[in-house]
Structures are given as structure tokens and as C-alpha cells.
């Protein structure tokens, strides 16, 4: 393969790519793909092989025989390690094994004798996806890139599915256009020599939960360490979040020790009960050479902020627009400060604690240890004694749950207990969604509901693998919003390897109503100071969501005038303007907006793009 001209592609922490067959009908189809700033790598025979745009610093390639292997994204693994992998590789099968070994988060692509395997990483951080095209299957990073070579528009009726609250699996899953197929996290894709024939190929299962507390803790601060030094271990200037919760406090602590020195970012919440600064001001103190800036908290932007204004270019909604100004607002601020990149502990409250679902089955293994358990959950979470009763007696298979789910779209949202014992939230559909769009999302649910699988037989795995999917969509997108700002975002706790070392501790260890987080707490035993492992809670930032909601309300008003849901008959814009006239109703206390502001959001950044297509004015890189 050859590489590009150094200088072309961009920046770093933002790589999309489309991968192609060995065969003169693909390359017809990947030179209609180029555009300017376009890098290819090509095949020996000097057809393309990927087509998108990365930095140097983002891949790593190697070829050896008929075989030939790319790794898009962070993993520390260098050219001489994976042509020695190369070399060696029989069958495209073997690749399994190499991405359940190394660490990291990437896309993992393979060619060998005409054959294709492209992979994203388990968490659903990176996806995958596939669609036809000039009559030969092309793979892509963004499944918006195959829609716009198919030119394709939005299905109407995923849209309508992407109002639901939340979305449930595996609805989830599936791409906004017709003709683009999404690749499960779990599998990879194989692609024939053919350029035709395609199949999913199962690579990653969760591993089994029997390790102890005391077994399984070391493996965390293994993987997590190993994590953070695949981002640190080149030097230079990253930041770092340390809200002065126990993820972002451990992430800072572990890049402490690594040759890049370390600038640690505190927003303090605006509520005065929040003590999130008093707890970052504690790590910080043991953190002599990390440079610790605390920033106005009346400055920070609020949940709801300049909606009007995203213009990013995603391939789905995301309730993520919600948050997106307070997300980005400090990058500029590390930019200055040298950062390269910033590291988040997003993801913590997804691994390193667990659902409580768990005890469904634990009730019936365990029956004396659950009972003294959930005693504790109760009083806890206030769970009522016939709720939680009832909950732990629905025996009901996913696929009936989901279906069941279909005819309760307008009812109340369900008690927290009946949720965090069973599969997971039902889905819900609010007064402003028409009529329509609740059949057609019903519609779905159903026909979802007759092949249905969960991600796991147990409903706690299940649930925690919904969570970390769910919040890898949302930062998928947020990563490119950040490369996009100048200061690309790594979340190391939603590697696999980490993932995989907190899903193998036992849950009757990981999550327990006497105590936060004891995993990582164990984890980070001898790293953290122990001053620090002792916070037991967690900011809300609820103030920050209410105040939204009320100093935005001209721009959600805005938001629903031409409303391009209205537009395909999916809510009632009288509806939503009448709602955002009146912030502070009760109704709107939970984040019922979230799904609709998304799909709003999302269809106006593609009607932009329509516009830019036509103008030749750009709306975003």
C-alpha cells in the first residue's frame, strides 16, 4: 500500500474512512467518493483500499504477502508489531483474537487473498457499516457517508422510532437511511473476494462475572493504567477533567505518572449544595505538578445552550446536542494551554458501578444474600416493598417485554424500581408526537419485538451493556464535535479492555447499596489518596438542566417555529410552542425533550448540509 501526501486529511482525533474490495468496479465506485483533502491507501495492485480522512497520527498500516492490516484510531501498537501479525495471518478469522488483545480504541481492518474485515470496537464507540454501491459492497466509519453516496434521505420512519424515550434495543442500532446496514458492536464484517457477498462475523463476547473484588481489582488498574498510557506515553501536554468525582480523579491521577504533563480542568456546578470544586481541590493538592484551572461557574453554558447554532455533521440524532456548548466550551481554554487532548471519565458510572437488574437473578441463586441486598437498595433508592416485589417476580423474556412495551407509549413514566430491576426503561412517546408517528414507532417496536434478543440472558449484563452503548453513541458524536474544536476527547474508560476487566468481577461485589463504587475505590487503592476514594455521591447538575430550560426558551420557541418534524407530520409544533413558553411546567422536569430536540436538531444540521451542497458554502469540515 502506499500513503498520501503527508499534509493531506485532518486533524487529529477525527478519522472517517470508507474500505474497498481489491477489484477495478470497487475502485470505480472509491474514486466517486474522493474529494479534496481525500486520503487513499491502495491495495499492491494500486487500487483503493480506504478512502476518508485521518492524521498520520491516527493509523497504523501494514502489508506482508497477500495480507494487509490497518488500525484506525489509538492503540499503541507500531508498523513493525502488526506486519510481524501480518505475516503470520492464515485466515481473516485470526484477526479476533489480535482485537480481543490489544488495547486501545479503534477500527481494526484486514485484507487478505481479496477478502475484507472491518471492525469497530465493542463498546459501539466505533461502528460500522455497509451498503451497496455501483453493485459492490464498500464499508464505511459513518454510515452518513454511504447515505450520501447512495442519495439516500432519511427514513421517515426511523426518524419517527428516534422519538421514542429512550430508544430501546436493538431499535437503536439500526442506521436513519434505507440501504445502509449497521455492523452489531459485537461482530465485524466480512466481505467476499466477490466484493459482494457479506456476512457478520461474531469477534467479542462479554466475559463471565466470576472474579472476586480482590481478583478482579488489579485487572482494572491494569487495563485502566494501560488505557491511559496509550494517550500519555507520547508526552507532550494533555488535559484532563477532574470534576472531584472518582473517575475523572482517578484518570488524573494515572496521567500524572506518565511523561506528558498534565493540565486538570474543573467546572464547578452553579448549585450551591454541589461539592464537586471541595473534592477537586483535594485531588489537586496531591497533584503538585498537574496545573489546576478552576473556571467561573457562571460562565459555563448551560444545558439547552445555542441549539440553533449546531451545525456538526452527524449520522443520527444524539441527545447529546443537549450538552454539547458545555462539553466544548474549555477545549479553547486547554488549547492555549498546549493539550493535544483531553481525557474524560465519562464512562465510569458505566463500568465501574453496575445495574442493580443483577439481583433478578441473584434473587433466585442467592435468595438470603439478595434479600439482605435489596433491603439496602430500598432504603437507598426509596423503592416501595410491593414494587420491588413485583418487579423481581416479571419473569417476562426480552422480546414480550418489548412488545408488551408498544402498548403503554403514553402512559406515565414507570416507577425507578421497576426499572432498575428489569430489562431496562420502557420506551415512551409524550403528548406533542402525532398519532402517526406513534404507530409507525409501535410498528416497530412489534416487528423488533419478534426476533428480539437481549445482549445478555442475564437482564443486569444486559442492562449494563445497553448503558455503555448507549453512552458511546452519544460520545462518538461528541469526539468529532471536539476534534472539530481543536482538542480532541478520549473517554479511556469505554475501552474494551477496560470494559472487559470490570464486567468480569462478580456483581454481587460491584454493585451494593453499602458502598460507591467498589471496584474502582479497590482499583484505585495506592493511586488515589485515600482522602479522595472517600466521596460515597456525585453531582446532579440538575440546577444547570432547570436554569436551561428557562434562559433558553427563546431559542427552543425558535426551534419549533419551522419545525422539520412538524414538516413530516411527526409532532404538533402548536404543541411544542405552547411548551416552550412555559419552561418552569412540572411536566418537564425529566428530560422528556431530549429525543425530540435531538431528531430537530439532527434533521436542521442535514438540511444545512443540503444547502452547502448547493451553495458550495461550507458549514463545518
Same mark, same amino acid.
Given at each position: 500500500m502506499t500513503e498520501p501526501h503527508e499534509s493531506a486529511g485532518t486533524g487529529p482525533g477525527d478519522a472517517h474512512f470508507a474500505v474497498f474490495t481489491d477489484r477495478e468496479d470497487a475502485a470505480a465506485v472509491a474514486r466517486?467518493?474522493?474529494?479534496?483533502?481525500?486520503?487513499?491507501?491502495?491495495?499492491?495492485?494500486?487500487?483503493?483500499?480506504?478512502?476518508?480522512?485521518?492524521h498520520a497520527q491516527d493509523i497504523v498500516t501494514a502489508r506482508a504477502g497477500h495480507a494487509a492490516l490497518a488500525v484506525i484510531g489509538c492503540c499503541p501498537v507500531d508498523a513493525a508489531e502488526l506486519r510481524r501479525r501480518a505475516g503470520r495471518l492464515a485466515d481473516l478469522t485470526e484477526l479476533d483474537a489480535l482485537a480481543r488483545t490489544l488495547p486501545g480504541s479503534f477500527h481494526l481492518v484486514g485484507a487478505l487473498d481479496g477478502q475484507l474485515r472491518v471492525q469497530g470496537t465493542a463498546s459501539g464507540l466505533r461502528l460500522v457499516f455497509h451498503a451497496s454501491l455501483g453493485g459492490v459492497r464498500v464499508a464505511a466509519s459513518r454510515a452518513d457517508v454511504l447515505a450520501a453516496a447512495l442519495g439516500a434521505e432519511p427514513d421517515p420512519e426511523q426518524v419517527a422510532v428516534r422519538l421514542l424515550w429512550p430508544v430501546p434495543h436493538p431499535l437503536a442500532e439500526a442506521p436513519m437511511w434505507q440501504g445502509v446496514t449497521a455492523v452489531p458492536p459485537q461482530d465485524a464484517l466480512i466481505v467476499a473476494a466477490d466484493g459482494r457477498s457479506v456476512r457478520h462475523s461474531r469477534w467479542w463476547t462479554p466475559p463471565e462475572p466470576v472474579r472476586t473484588l480482590a481478583e478482579g481489582a488489579p485487572a482494572v488498574r491494569e487495563?485502566?493504567?494501560?488505557?491511559?498510557?496509550?494517550r500519555t506515553r507520547q508526552g507532550g501536554v494533555v488535559s484532563c477533567d477532574l470534576s472531584g468525582g472518582l473517575d475523572s480523579t482517578s484518570l488524573c491521577f494515572l496521567a500524572d505518572r506518565s511523561p506528558a504533563r498534565v493540565v486538570a480542568s474543573t467546572w464547578p456546578g452553579r448549585d450551591p449544595a454541589d461539592t464537586d470544586l471541595y473534592w477537586a481541590e483535594q485531588a489537586a493538592r496531591s497533584l503538585p505538578d498537574v496545573e489546576h484551572v478552576v473556571w467561573d461557574a457562571d460562565a459555563s453554558p448551560l444545558v439547552y445552550s445555542d441549539l440553533l447554532a449546531i451545525d456538526d455533521l452527524l449520522d443520527e440524532p444524539t441527545i447529546g446536542v443537549m450538552d454539547r456548548s458545555r462539553v466544548l466550551h474549555h477545549l479553547p481554554g486547554m488549547a492555549e494551554r498546549g493539550s493535544r487532548l483531553h481525557l474524560t471519565g465519562i464512562g465510569g458510572d458505566h463500568v465501574a458501578w453496575c445495574s442493580e437488574a443483577y439481583y433478578h437473578?441473584?434473587?433466585?441463586?442467592?435468595? &438470603?444474600?439478595?434479600?439482605?441486598?435489596?433491603?439496602?437498595?430500598?432504603?437507598?433508592?426509596?423503592?416501595?416493598?410491593?414494587?420491588?416485589?413485583?418487579?423481581?417476580?416479571?419473569?417476562?423474556p426480552y422480546g414480550t417485554w418489548l412488545a408488551d412495551s408498544s402498548g403503554h407509549l403514553r402512559a406515565p413514566l414507570p416507577a425507578t424500581v421497576s426499572t432498575s430491576l428489569g430489562w431496562g426503561m420502557p420506551p415512551r412517546l409524550f403528548d406533542w408526537v402525532t398519532p402517526d408517528a406513534e404507530r409507525t414507532a409501535r410498528r416497530a417496536l412489534r416487528e423488533a419485538a419478534g426476533t428480539a434478543v437481549p445482549l445478555h440472558p442475564d437482564r443486569g449484563l444486559h442492562a449494563d451493556l445497553d448503558q455503555i452503548r448507549s453512552c458511546t453513541r452519544i460520545?462518538?458524536?461528541?469526539?468529532?464535535?471536539?476534534?472539530?474544536?481543536?482538542? !480532541?476527547?478520549?473517554?479511556?474508560?469505554?475501552?474494551?479492555?477496560?470494559?472487559?476487566?470490570?464486567?468480569?468481577?462478580?456483581?454481587?461485589?460491584?454493585?451494593?447499596?453499602?458502598?460507591?463504587k467498589p471496584l474502582l475505590t479497590a482499583a484505585m487503592s495506592g493511586i488515589v489518596p485515600e482522602t479522595c476514594l472517600r466521596r460515597t455521591n456525585k453531582a446532579a447538575a440538575s440546577m444547570d438542566a432547570s436554569n436551561g430550560l428557562r434562559e433558553h426558551r427563546a431559542d427552543l420557541l425558535a426551534l419549533w417555529e419551522d419545525s422539520r418534524l412538524e414538516q413530516l407530520g411527526l409532532v404538533d409544533g402548536k404543541a411544542l410552542r405552547r411548551l416552550a413558553?412555559? !419552561?418552569?411546567?412540572?411536566?418537564?422536569?425529566?428530560?422528556?425533550?431530549?429525543?425530540?430536540?435531538?431528531?430537530?436538531?439532527?434533521?436542521?444540521? &442535514?438540511?444545512?448540509?443540503?444547502?452547502?451542497?448547493?451553495?458550495?458554502?461550507?458549514?463545518?469540515?
Open positions: 466517486s467518493l474522493s474529494r479534496p483533502g481525500t486520503r487513499v491507501l491502495t491495495y499492491a495492485s494500486g487500487r483503493p483500499w480506504l478512502v476518508g480522512q485521518w487495563a485502566l493504567a494501560t488505557a491511559v498510557d496509550a437473578r441473584l434473587a433466585r441463586t442467592r435468595p &438470603l444474600f439478595a434479600l439482605r441486598q435489596l433491603r439496602g437498595f430500598r432504603a437507598l433508592w426509596q423503592w416501595p416493598l410491593g414494587g420491588t416485589v413485583r418487579a423481581l417476580a416479571d419473569s417476562r460520545i462518538r458524536q461528541w469526539d468529532r464535535m471536539a476534534a472539530r474544536a481543536g482538542v !480532541p476527547m478520549a473517554s479511556p474508560f469505554l475501552d474494551d479492555r477496560v470494559i472487559e476487566a470490570c464486567l468480569a468481577v462478580r456483581p454481587s461485589e460491584r454493585v451494593t447499596p453499602w458502598q460507591y413558553q412555559r !419552561p418552569a411546567t412540572p411536566e418537564l422536569r425529566e428530560a422528556i425533550l431530549y429525543s425530540t430536540i435531538a431528531a430537530e436538531v439532527w434533521l436542521r444540521g &442535514l438540511s444545512g448540509r443540503a444547502t452547502t451542497a448547493r451553495t458550495g458554502t461550507p458549514n463545518g469540515p
